[in-house]
């Protein structure tokens, strides 16, 4: 059952984020549609995510898929009822080698530095999408997803 909650989740966030039109999902928006559906919250916490994909609204800055996910680990704490003064979350060292983690295998952990544009103009990323760097941002959504269930399922 767990592994069937699992990938319903994370197909709905792929397809989300594969989405063309209005339906799209950015790569954070993604993110937070796994954890929402794992986690049985409300749908509509995608929209918290809305100025996270590009790296924070096509800036470059933090992938949206870990901003995402850092952002999910906060959506789990409210619905669990989890609560610890700021930076002493027992979760915390833990993000951040997951963080590591993904640099170490993708080779950045900046949009800019994983796609190799800038987005924030309409032409940068009209570029972006036309050249198929876009693709690759799903790769970056799953292995989030992959990686943020076990995160959700516990806390430290």
Same mark, same amino acid.
């Given at each position: !059952?767990?592994?069937?909650? +699992?990938? %319903? ?7 989300? #984020?594969?989405?063309?039109? =209005? ?7 993604? /993110?937070?549609?796994f ?10 916490? /995608?929209?918290?995510?809305?100025? #996270? $994909?590009?790296?924070? %609204?096509? !800036?470059?800055?933090?992938? *949206? ?15 669990r ?8 979350? =027992?979760?915390a060292?833990?993000?951040?080698r997951? #963080?590591?983690? +993904?640099?170490?295998? #993708? $080779?950045?952990? @900046?949009?800019? *530095? ?7 103009? =309409?032409?940068?990323?009209?570029? +972006?999408?036309?050249? *198929? ?5 799903? $790769?970056? /959504? ?5 990686h943020?269930?076990? +995160?959700?399922? @516990? @806390?430290?």
């Open positions: !059952m767990i592994e069937d909650r +699992f990938r %319903t989740a994370k197909a709905a966030a792929l397809t989300g #984020f594969a989405e063309m039109g =209005p339906q799209h999902l950015n790569c954070a928006q993604a /993110v937070v549609r954890a929402s559906m794992v986690l049985g919250a409300d749908q509509d916490s /995608v929209v918290l995510a809305r100025y #996270f $994909g590009g790296g924070m %609204t096509r !800036m470059g800055q933090v992938c *949206g898929a870990l901003s995402g996910a850092a952002l999910s680990l906060g959506l789990r704490d409210r619905c009822g989890l609560s610890w003064p700021d930076g002493a979350s =027992p979760d060292e833990k993000v951040q997951l #963080f590591r983690r +993904f640099e170490a295998e #993708f $080779g950045a952990m @900046t949009c800019s *530095g994983l796609v190799g544009y800038a987005t924030d103009t =309409p032409e940068g990323y009209e570029r +972006f999408r036309a050249d *198929g760097k876009y693709v690759s941002c799903e $790769g970056y /959504v799953s292995w989030a997803c992959d943020l269930y076990d +995160f959700l399922e @516990t @806390t430290s």
